[in-house]
């Protein structure tokens, strides 16, 4: 498996081999779904919380009495069949969402979604980012010359600030190599790797 070798201009120099464990694995689309409904439900966060009849502030003294008024019978004013009582069966910020999964299921549902844009030539490398990189002006001249259609920047925490002039392109989104998610990877179309972020991530995702 290859991929286009592009310099710090943009301009196609030739290409990379890309290591079949990492890019040439049967893709197992089972493990990468349940990748990705990891990663949703993992990132919910419990907000919405209503009272139930016990953590309403007031009295628990029956309202009135129970006969001879008229009205239909009532208890205190916290009762969920009053208004400002508390919630029978409301959302609670208690709840977990939280789910699992084997570290060698993660590793493989992602590699299978490696391999799959590997297979769709969609894996592009950049030797280095030039210097005016950093300007959203000079990433998106880089960019447009590498004819890469809504980018998902790989990189290595050394290279963060070789490309902050992608963070205002709409259509871009920079992320660390260590850190590359199932979401991202189906949401973006070309995956674009530095030579260092290529070699740290045969290091990081190795068996």
């Given at each position: 498996?290859?991929?286009?070798?592009?310099?710090?201009?943009?301009?196609?120099?030739?290409?990379?081999?890309?290591e079949?464990s990492?890019?040439?694995?049967?893709?197992?689309?089972?493990?990468?779904?349940?990748?990705?409904?990891?990663?949703?439900?993992?990132?919910?966060?419990?907000?919405?919380?209503?009272?139930?009849?016990?953590?309403?502030?007031?009295?628990?003294?029956?309202?009135?009495?129970?006969?001879?008024?008229?009205?239909?019978?009532?208890?205190?004013?916290?009762?969920?069949?009053r208004?400002?009582?508390?919630?029978?069966?409301?959302?609670?910020?208690?709840?977990?969402?939280?789910?699992?999964?084997?570290?060698?299921?993660?590793?493989?549902?992602?590699?299978s979604?490696?391999?799959?844009?590997?297979?769709?030539?969609?894996?592009?490398?950049?030797?280095?980012?030039a210097?005016?990189?950093?300007?959203?002006?000079?990433?998106?001249?880089?960019?447009?010359?590498?004819?890469?259609?809504?980018?998902?920047?790989?990189?290595?925490?050394?290279?963060?600030?070789?490309?902050?002039?992608?963070?205002?392109?709409?259509?871009?989104?920079?992320?660390?190599?260590?850190?590359?998610?199932?979401?991202?990877?189906?949401k973006?179309?070309?995956?674009?790797?530095?030579?260092?972020?290529?070699?740290?991530?045969?290091?990081?995702?190795s068996?």
């Amino acid at each position: 498996m290859k991929a286009p070798l592009f310099d710090n201009h943009g301009k196609n120099t030739g290409t990379v081999d890309l290591e079949k464990s990492h890019f040439g694995v049967e893709p197992n689309m089972g493990l990468v779904h349940r990748f990705l409904l990891l990663q949703q439900a993992n990132g919910r966060i419990a907000i919405a919380h209503a009272k139930h009849r016990g953590e309403i502030a007031g009295s628990t003294k029956k309202m009135f009495k129970q006969k001879g008024t008229g009205n239909a019978r009532m208890g205190d004013r916290r009762s969920p069949m009053r208004r400002g009582g508390g919630v029978v069966f409301g959302p609670r910020n208690t709840q977990n969402w939280t789910i699992s999964m084997n570290a060698q299921e993660r590793r493989l549902g992602l590699l299978s979604l490696l391999s799959i844009k590997a297979t769709e030539n969609h894996v592009k490398v950049v030797s280095a980012f030039a210097k005016d990189a950093n300007k959203t002006k000079g990433m998106t001249t880089l960019l447009s010359t590498m004819e890469a259609k809504k980018p998902l920047i790989a990189i290595t925490r050394e290279e963060k600030d070789q490309v902050l002039g992608a963070w205002n392109i709409p259509e871009a989104k920079i992320v660390n190599v260590e850190y590359l998610n199932p979401h991202s990877l189906l949401k973006y179309k070309d995956l674009i790797f530095t030579e260092a972020s290529l070699k740290h991530l045969y290091q990081h995702f190795s068996k």
